[in-house]
């Protein structure tokens, strides 16, 4: 057998590196069509956004032209009005709920034998909450003392303290009480 070549031209393998470059063409393409349609759909997917955010520019500013002539067709004192009546209905509501029963059921379990309250005035505040200032006799200044740490032991009054103390004509002390009153719904919330 002879083992040599005779040809004048040798014999390349060049099938693999045709497949090899045929492959390489394959995935050069598909990379291309998968660019080409992604690009196309972005732009799409631009041209909607786009069109939408001019659609959404164009509604703000109709809004914002009724809000202003909305703004314009309103009576500044008319609203200035109205806000003063409902803070007047909110404040009789406010006093509506207040307990009369309630506070003198309190001052009832509370008060020495030796002290009379001649005066109660609550002032109800929606910021401040219910103020009590009432004004009482006692024969001493341990009667008032007694009355003020029966009430606060209640848990329904805060911030006890007697603005003015003074003995009057029969020698009975007269002082003025004042205290934040906290009614059983606001003492448990504040417990």
Same mark, same amino acid.
Do not use: C
């Given at each position: 057998? #002879?083992?040599?070549?005779?040809?004048? *031209?040798?014999?390349?393998?060049?099938?693999?590196?045709?497949?090899?470059?045929? /492959?390489?063409?394959?995935? +050069?393409?598909?990379?291309?069509?998968?660019?080409?349609?992604?690009?196309?759909? =972005?732009?799409?997917?631009?041209?909607?956004?786009?069109?939408?955010?001019?659609?959404?520019?164009a509604?703000?500013?109709? /809004?914002?032209?009724?809000?202003?002539?909305?703004?314009?067709? +309103?009576?500044?004192?008319? #609203?200035e009005?109205?806000?003063?009546?409902?803070?007047?209905?909110?404040?009789?509501?406010?006093?509506?709920?207040?307990?009369?029963?309630?506070?003198?059921?309190?001052?009832?379990?509370?008060?020495?034998?030796?002290?009379?309250?001649?005066?109660?005035?609550? $002032?109800?505040?929606? $910021?401040?909450?219910?103020?009590?200032?009432?004004?009482?006799?006692? *024969?001493?200044?341990?009667?008032?003392?007694?009355?003020?740490?029966n009430?606060? $032991?209640? @848990?329904?009054?805060?911030?006890?303290?007697? *603005?003015?103390?003074?003995?009057?004509?029969?020698?009975? /002390?007269?002082?003025? =009480?004042?205290a *934040?009153? /906290?009614?059983?719904?606001?003492?448990? @919330?504040?417990?």
């Amino acid at each position: 057998m #002879i083992r040599t070549n005779l040809a004048t *031209r040798p014999f390349y393998n060049e099938r693999a590196v045709r497949l090899a470059l045929l /492959l390489l063409a394959i995935v +050069v393409a598909a990379a291309t069509a998968f660019n080409i349609t992604r690009v196309v759909q =972005l732009s799409h997917n631009d041209t909607r956004l786009a069109t939408q955010a001019a659609r959404d520019e164009a509604r703000a500013a109709e /809004l914002r032209a009724a809000a202003t002539r909305l703004r314009g067709t +309103v009576d500044p004192r008319q #609203i200035e009005f109205v806000s003063v009546e409902a803070r007047k209905a909110n404040d009789l509501i406010d006093r509506r709920t207040f307990s009369w029963t309630e506070l003198f059921n309190r001052f009832e379990t509370t008060l020495p034998a030796e002290v009379r309250i001649t005066s109660v005035r609550p $002032k109800v505040d929606s $910021k401040a909450g219910t103020t009590i200032t009432m004004t009482v006799l006692a *024969r001493s200044v341990e009667d008032v003392n007694q009355f003020i740490e029966n009430l606060e $032991k209640t @848990g329904a009054f805060a911030d006890l303290f007697s *603005r003015d103390e003074h003995f009057d004509e029969q020698g009975l /002390l007269e002082a003025s =009480l004042e205290a *934040r009153y /906290l009614p059983p719904a606001s003492a448990k @919330g504040a417990q």
